[in-house]
């Protein structure tokens, strides 16, 4: 298995879909898009430009904590085989 973040889009009709980011051993985060603004009904429908910079923005997000986990564990890990 990878431990990469992706982003993945989903176009279910012109103008209209999602972005998808896959977490590795997590359920993903969806970012949903539409470019008509008529069909817009849902409040977290936005453009496919700021549906797409949420999802970069959630995948860097996800990756910094999880870098922090494993420098985490790393000097635990470290400090436990100098004791």
């Not at 008529?38 to 936005?46: D, P, Q, T």
Request: glycine letters at 2%.
């Amino acid at each position: 298995m990878t431990n990469r973040i992706r982003i993945i889009e989903h176009e279910v009709t012109i103008d209209c879909g999602s972005f998808e980011v896959q977490i590795p051993g997590r359920p993903s985060k969806y970012f949903y898009w539409d470019e008509v603004p008529a069909r817009r009904l849902k409040e977290n429908l936005l453009e496919r430009e700021q549906a797409l910079e949420n999802a970069r923005a959630a995948a860097r997000t996800i990756q910094r904590r999880i870098e922090k986990v494993r420098r985490s564990e790393a000097r635990s890990r470290v400090s436990l085989t100098r004791s």
